[in-house]
């Protein structure tokens, strides 16, 4: 496979579950992100990571856990989540090197998300 | 804090015909890039065409071609001959530069339809 991959591609959960979404990127990239899209609202970044470490909490709530073990594969850790946590979300890679400002960021195709 | 402003919702446009998308921001910062993001439906956001606005020259790529208007902040994104593929949400998204890296802010996005 090529480009930025995510999975599940549905998940429907109880706010009492706990799941983990998995996004994994075959370009060589070092830099990841998490964006929430919800419905009418614009793309939320959540997460962004750089050569594995955080570099950016965009004041997400605890019930988000993100994880990046290498530079390839992004996780999502959710629990206890709510109904408005509902929503499409996308990873995101780019290059870490470089005028990484200007670099295009190269999607997966989501996850959609729907809490119960 | 930046603002990103889609200020219609829905666009429709004839084939082979040409349609404009507007985009608005707010920012105090000189330097930054604008982006035009496109996700068709159920399928993976790519990038359309980037611009920085150090340069006055306006970017163009192929049918997609942006008209820079830095003193009135206004990047609006024209499609030329439009195709059927061409239906899509369309975003415009603002990076600042420097600093924290990854910073994409979003508009609410536009949903454009081709009619045959």
Known sequence: ETGVTQTPRHLVMGMTNKKSLKCEQHLGHNAMYWYKQSAKKPLELMFVYNFKEQTENNSVPSRFSPECPNSSHLFLHLHTLQPEDSALYLCASTTGTGDVQYNEQFFGPGTRLTVL | ?116
């Open chain 2, 1 to 116: 804090a930046q603002t990103v402003t889609q200020s219609q919702p829905e666009m429709s446009v004839q084939e082979a015909e040409t349609v404009t998308l507007s985009c608005t921001y707010d920012t105090s910062e000189s330097d930054y890039y604008l982006f035009w993001y496109k996700q068709p439906p159920s399928r993976q956001m790519i990038l359309v065409i980037r611009q920085e606005a150090y340069k006055q020259q306006n970017a163009t790529e192929n049918r997609f071609s942006v008209n820079f208007q830095k003193a009135a902040k206004s990047f609006s994104l024209k499609i030329s001959d439009s195709q059927l593929g061409d239906a899509a949400m369309y975003f415009c998204a603002y990076r600042n530069y420097g600093g924290s890296q990854g910073n994409l802010i979003f508009g609410k996005g536009t949903k454009l339809s081709v009619k045959p």
